[in-house]
Every structure is written in C-alpha cells, then in structure tokens.
C-alpha cells in the first residue's frame, strides 16, 4: 500500500466518496455532483503548495490509477484556535481491510517525522464505530463529543487528539 498525492485524474474516485448516500451518511448526506472538479482543482493546488497533505490510499503499488480512498491533514482555524485535522475515506469495496487505519497511520508517522503539525485532531461521527475505532487503536485520547460544521451541516462527533511523536501507537 502507498499514499499519493491528489491527482486531477481523482475526480471520480471524489464522486463516489462524497456523492453516495452510504459514504456521505455520517456526514450528513451526500454533496452535488456539480463542483466536485473544481474540490479536486483546489485540493490538488494545496497539496502541491505543501498546506495540506491530501493523499489518495493505493492499495497496490503497481496500480497507482486504483485508489481505495483518502486520507488528508489540514491546518484550520476553528472558533477557538488554529489547529491540524486529519480525516479519511475508504470505499466500500475497500472497508474491513485495514486500509484506512494503515493510511491514517502512514500519514500520522509523515506528521511525526516533518514534527510541523504537533497535536492532530479527529472529528469522526459519533456513530462512525470504524473510524472511532481507528483513533482508539492508533492512540488518539477522546476529548468526548462535540458538534462541528462539515460543508455547512452541524454534525454530533467524537473529537479525538493525538500527538504523532509521543502518543502513536
């Protein structure tokens, strides 16, 4: 398995991720088609600038093009702070297998080595078992639930942190 940056050739790997009612159910529902080139346009500017690590997870190295999903890092602010946010997505034909927890991991040991991203937060739905399951297994502490906005919806979460050089498991 490999991660990899956005490419504009992901766009229909974006599509099924964040237009499909299954994969969009934790996050409020599915987004519009309309616009999903331009996400990737602006993803792939970011993670080429280097302000954000938007990586695709390739489970086969010999096929790069076959994506199984994505994991990113971001810096934002939130009403209170700055802070780094890491979140991911895997296909279903993907979930079960173990490439999200691998994907997250990889990514949190690249945060650990560059050392620029110092305490990391998680933001799964609360009714997301798999993904709070990621955090518990990789390290994150839970700070409990909170409400946070996700492309305009008010989401319920877990909000998980995790320091990648002191706290990954």
Not at 93 to 116: H, I, N, P, S
Not at 120 to 149: K, M, W, Y
């Amino acid at each position: 398995m490999l991660l990899r940056d956005v490419e504009y050739g992901d766009v229909d790997a974006y599509v099924r991720m964040r237009c499909d009612p299954a994969m969009m159910v934790d996050l409020g529902g599915p987004l519009p088609r309309e616009g999903m080139e331009s996400k990737v346009r602006r993803d792939v500017q970011r993670a080429g600038s280097g302000t954000d690590w938007i990586k695709m997870i390739v489970p086969d190295e010999a096929e790069p093009d076959v994506v199984a999903g994505t994991v990113t890092l971001w810096p934002h602010d939130t009403d209170v702070e700055h802070i780094s946010e890491i979140g991911w997505m895997v296909l279903p034909e993907f979930q079960g297998r173990g490439f999200g927890k691998q994907g997250v991991r990889m990514l949190l040991e690249l945060a650990r080595d560059d050392g620029r991203w110092g305490l990391i937060h998680a933001f799964p739905a609360t009714a997301n078992a798999a993904s709070n399951g990621i955090c518990r297994s990789l390290g994150f502490r839970s700070l409990g639930e909170q409400d946070v906005t996700f492309a305009g919806r008010v989401l319920r979460t877990n909000h998980w942190t995790i320091h990648p050089r002191t706290d990954l498991t």
